[in-house]
């Protein structure tokens, strides 16, 4: 890989209007002189720390070393909840392998997880059907808004990176830095966040998460800080 550019020397105008965004956005130490928060929540999956995930289902769980297998083909599924909770308003970048799994092969993120409500951004490496979806269960009934869906190749033992931004009903999901799906919610509500596999084998290589920042707009590239 090239080395990238080095930065340019900001001019007097450059400083200022970095100023008034950087007054636009609020005071929080936690926003980035570019605009995007810092993480307040990272996770290397070195190994798999009771304290901050909750396993259920009948997954199959173990540590690699430089990353967390799920190893269980499971009809139900098995997931991983965060401990702690999450702002409303958020960004996830969740880099994995798909290693498996049948029929659907579904990796993904959940959050506003609850007993009556749930989001679901994933992706599926199902034969025939292979897919970034957006879907939504409400009162124990799942939703898949055809709106909400993008076929995509997905490749068995490949690294993927899936960036999950939620502002509000709004989400946008990107797949290795590229836009994918965006979708508005019918519902929110407080509750956690679950990385999900459904019934899929995946290496979890490493999560990071943070506030979405108050500049924030669909379609936004990536960032490789």
Not at 57 to 68: C, F, I, M, Q, R
Not at 69 to 89: E, K, M
Not at 157 to 170: D, H
């Amino acid at each position: 890989r090239g080395r990238p550019p080095r930065p340019h020397a900001a001019t007097r105008k450059e400083r200022e209007e970095t100023a008034a965004r950087v007054r636009e956005l609020g005071s929080s130490p936690s926003i980035a002189s570019t605009g995007r928060a810092k993480p307040i929540f990272e996770e290397p999956f070195d190994r798999l720390d009771d304290n901050r995930w909750k396993a259920s289902g009948d997954g199959s769980w173990k540590a690699l070393g430089n990353s967390v297998a799920q190893t269980a083909v499971i009809p139900g599924g098995a997931r991983l909840r965060l401990a702690s909770p999450v702002p409303p308003d958020f960004e996830a970048v969740l880099r994995f392998k798909l290693t498996g799994g049948n029929p659907y092969r579904s990796v993904g993120l959940a959050f506003d997880v609850s007993p009556s409500l749930e989001n679901l951004v994933y992706l599926s490496g199902a034969k025939g059907d292979p897919k970034l979806q957006v879907s939504y269960r409400k009162d124990a009934t799942n939703y898949y808004p055809a709106e909400a869906k993008q076929s995509r190749k997905i490749e068995l033992g490949v690294p993927i990176e899936l960036t999950v931004r939620v502002s509000g009903p709004n989400v946008e999901a990107l797949v290795d830095g590229q836009p994918g799906v965006a979708y508005k919610l019918p519902a929110r509500s407080a509750g956690a966040l679950e990385l999900v596999t459904f019934p899929a084998t995946v290496e979890f290589d490493h999560i990071e998460i943070r506030p979405m920042s108050a500049a924030y707009q669909p379609g936004d590239p990536v960032s490789r800080e």
